[in-house]
């Protein structure tokens, strides 16, 4: 008999229980010993044999093993990523599984009543159906997590081998059989705890910080009203080969952005959820985001490659993003997104033309001026808003100033700041620093403040005008 004890009081107090719980016993596995007093005293074999061996492990031993095993752990977590993930995955999904089961059981009184009724509905059957689909998953989860734990266990012990090579192999499998499940539970903590360290730092700066869920219906919103602004702009021209370029470069625009951003927002909700670390390079290249796809549920990941798939190829489109998020949203994220009214629609665009708005007054490069200017006064004339490309702009400016009635003074000037944009970016690209480049940015910072101007007043009275 193997005994690891704190104090020696146990060994007696073992010994005296199993003498008395065989006092009446006939087997014949006893002998008569002489004890202290040489009074004859029979010893049972069944529950005490005739030789036992008595180790006393000191809490400073214990201490010491349990601060190896520790940072054994922490290193074990940062480098082992997918099982670390598998380990707190498993964990969690235990937790959820016999919470589960525990919640169907307070339904079998009632299968109970509805069947002494008689009265078999289909809500019953649903019931059992659903509890033994349930059980059945609780049973596949516990083996699999027996397997885990029998593994964690081969390691431990191998690595107590490793460590205390002197000590019997007898007070090891001890240490083991007593303290296996708290070692898996100081793994498990390690695991947490780096995963929390590393995935929620930014989120403990920003404890104000809105919901990825809120996150994701606002790009969805987004996103509606700059591909129907997109649609707007080419309603009614001609599919040339010029607007036809136009175009894609809007669509490919917004897919590469504001659609990108939405994608990465509901890997990373998934990351968080299935406990599955994000590359430090982010996931901006579609690279990175295969390599972490691969790591979710299948079930996550492939509703999320059906939707990195319509950022790139042939079929490609805002539109198609659009129909596609919308799908999958409520069955595989639990996030209710709805088609923009019209008095959402209203809101967002005059927020962001404020936007634009509050920019233009703090920007002083002629350039990126510009680019403020035109999509405000688009914004204000058409009622709808573009996620514009530099390359747009000239087509925007002919948009406007055709289309749409803009003042005088303010159609002439852009006009002519917009070549000088052309010219000045031009030059600058093709590193020609020249007279000509000189010129242009003159030409730029000179019109600039006056062209600045009456752009913000004429927002200005549009909107008192609106507000009348």
């Known amino acids: 008999i193997l005994v690891l004890i704190q104090s020696c009081s146990s060994i007696k107090n073992y010994i005296n229980r199993s003498h008395n719980n065989n006092n009446n016993d006939n087997s014949n596995n006893s002998d008569i010993v002489n004890d202290e007093n040489n009074k004859s005293v029979r010893v049972y ?77 289909k809500k019953s059957k649903r019931r059992r159906k659903q509890k033994s689909k349930k059980n059945n998953n609780l049973r596949k989860s516990s083996t699999q997590e027996r397997v885990d734990q029998q593994n964690y266990t081969n390691e431990d012990t191998n690595l107590l081998n490793d460590w205390y090579p002197d000590i019997d192999d007898e007070v090891k499998e001890c240490i083991m059989n007593d303290f296996s499940n708290k070692l898996i539970e100081i793994r498990t903590e390690c695991a947490r705890a780096l995963f929390i360290n590393k995935q929620t730092k930014h989120e403990e700066e920003q404890k104000d910080a809105k919901t990825w869920q809120e996150q994701l ?22 599919e040339d080969e010029e607007n036809t370029k136009v175009k894609l470069s809007l669509e490919r625009n917004l897919l590469r952005s504001l659609c990108t951003d939405c994608l990465n927002l509901l890997i990373k909700a998934q990351c968080d959820d299935n406990f599955v670390s994000i590359p430090d390079s982010g996931l901006q290249k579609a690279a990175d985001r295969k390599k972490v796809l691969k790591k979710l549920p299948k079930k996550a990941s492939d509703c999320l490659v059906t939707l990195s798939s319509t950022l790139t190829g042939k079929n490609s489109s805002p539109s198609s993003f659009l129909d596609t998020l919308y799908d999958i949203s409520m069955d595989e994220f639990q996030v209710n997104l709805k088609p923009l009214d019209k008095k959402k629609r209203v809101i967002l665009i005059s927020n962001q033309a404020n936007s634009f708005y509050t920019e233009l007054q703090n920007e002083n490069d002629p350039a990126n001026a510009y680019h403020l200017i035109v999509v405000l006064l688009y914004t204000l004339l058409s009622k709808h808003i573009i996620h514009a490309t530099g390359k747009s702009l000239s087509k925007l400016t002919e948009v406007l100033t055709t289309k749409y009635k803009l003042p005088d003074d303010i159609q002439s000037e852009l006009i002519t700041f917009g070549e000088h944009v052309v010219t000045y970016l031009t030059l600058k690209m093709k590193k020609t620093l020249n007279n000509d480049f000189d010129d242009a940015s003159n030409a730029l910072n000179e019109a600039l403040p006056n062209l600045k101007a009456k752009t913000l007043k004429f927002y200005e009275q549009t909107q008192q005008s609106s507000k009348k």
């Open 217 to 238: 219906i606002d790009l969805y919103n987004l996103i509606q009203i700059f591909n129907d602004g997109n649609d707007n702009l080419f309603e009614n021209l001609s």
């Open 45 to 121: 074999y069944d529950s005490v044999p005739k030789t036992y061996n008595v180790y006393i492990v000191s809490p400073g031993f214990l201490q010491e093993m349990f601060v190896k095993y520790y940072n054994y752990y922490q290193d074990w977590a940062a480098k082992n990523v997918q099982e670390k993930s598998d380990l707190l995955r498993a964990s969690t999904e235990s937790l959820s599984l016999s919470s589960s089961s525990n919640s169907v059981d307070f339904d079998d009184d009632d299968d109970d009543d509805w069947s002494n009724k008689g009265k078999k509905s």
